[in-house]
């Protein structure tokens, strides 16, 4: 068999490998997407309603003093980046990398096997990030602000839009801003608003933590189905135009073979 043909072959067996490799990528996620979805939901709702709690509180006049609401410079800024567990998922890594690098100097806390390992600190993976792992570091990042150990708080996430599309952005947390519009109803604390503001906060910031880790885990199975299905198409099509030079080639062999043989009958 000819050289090119050969190659031919080759490369068309190569591709075909990763074919079945993406095939079974877009099965995997797509496999995981309902449950990662449903989740995303029930922590958005937790954080919607906790939200809501805190608002009422940083707009009563009394809380006002509290830690958490003081305003002054923002330099020191901690920032959560939630990224994913593995590649392959079209550009969600690279998106929440290059958000980060617009605050050069923030101290990072990561989240996520790819943002551990790139930053260089204990691998905290998304898929199986529980309750009580952002309660723990919940209570630690609400006593680290109390003390002033920094001046802003923010959690880079990927928010989910739909499976199509997803998008990197921040959510401040810190310092705790006073809603623009003051509740309609009167609400009265016990035994003070300010002390529910204390206890209230940890929950907060735990709540909106692991809504965001829920939300960028369904954004990376999401982004992960789409480019593999996308690398499925590629890698189908390039099959599809090595099959056929193959067999252009082949052809083109046997035709010439074929002439050889009546050529030599010829002149015998």
Known sequence: MPANTRELRNRIRSVDSTLHLTKAMELVASSKIRKATAKMHAGREYADAVTDVINVLSGC?????????????????????????????????????????????????????????????EIRGTEHYSYEDAAELAVRFCEDYRNGLYDRLGILYTQYISMMTQEAKIRWIFPLAAPEQAPAQQVIFE??????????????????????????????????????????????????????????????????????????????
Request: hydrophobic share 35%.
């Open 61 to 121: 006049q009394e809380c006002q003093v509290s830690p958490y609401m003081r305003k002054g410079s923002a330099d020191r800024i901690r920032l959560i980046v939630i990224a994913g567990d593995r590649g392959m998922a079209g550009g969600y890594n690279v998106n929440v990398f290059r958000e980060a690098q617009k605050y050069p100097g923030a101290e990072i806390y990561a989240i996520g096997r790819k943002a551990s390992a790139r930053y260089g600190q």
């Open 191 to 268: 035994p003070d608003a300010a002390k529910v503001l204390e206890e209230t906060v940890p929950l907060y910031l735990t709540g909106i933590l692991i809504a965001s880790v829920r939300e960028s885990y369904a954004s990376e199975v999401s982004a992960r189905s789409s480019a593999m299905n996308s690398a499925g198409r590629n890698a189908q099509k390039m099959k599809d135009d090595l099959t056929l030079a193959y067999n252009r080639a082949r052809q083109g062999a046997i035709t010439q073979e074929l002439t050889e043989i009546v050529a030599g009958a010829g002149e015998g």
